[in-house]
């Protein structure tokens, strides 16, 4: 019939007694337990700034470039680029001499962008990019953001903890049913063409 009022409430619903139609009594005993947590529980928070968080070594912080007698390990393969989601990695390449032939001649990340999700570590054949603990960044202008390799440039010393820790979890297979030879990474290309014409002339000889 128009105008009866609908009946809502289920057949096993709980009825409420007077103090908890009033529902300040409510309000005052979850306000009295949180303040027996604050004064029995201990402390889990850090007095920021002043008392710093050291992340463990599987923590993601902003990617870092990893350098070697004063110049960067990597090789400008631009796997890190291709693989980055947000696209937030961009490069150019530069030829050099030595064994590594190439070197980036400008590297440039966008932190804004960057969503530390570690696919360019993960891609990275040389282990040149590695995700550092650094998570506390501020920026007064957009432009701040971008981070050239002058910025970007962390020596391998300090990121020790995280290359230790990638050689482990990285490559678990390592001394179990392979061995890595490292001097055997050490070749350039020019190196291998030249040992293969050599090889070739020989037998032909």
Known sequence: MPGTPVNTSSANERKLNFWEKLYLPEVFKGLGYSFRKMISEPSYTFEYPEEQWYPPDNYRGRPVLVEEEGKPRCVSCNLCAKACPPMAISMQSEDIGGAKERA??????????????GFCEEVCPEEAIVMSK??????QDRSEAVFGLERLLIPAERLKDRLDYLEVEKNKQFGQQWDFQEENNIHSLRDRKFLKWLSTADEVS
Do not use: S
């Open 134 to 139: 650094e998570y506390d960044m501020t920026f």
């Open 104 to 117: 980036p001649q400008w590297f440039e990340i966008n932190m804004l962008r960057c969503i530390y999700c």
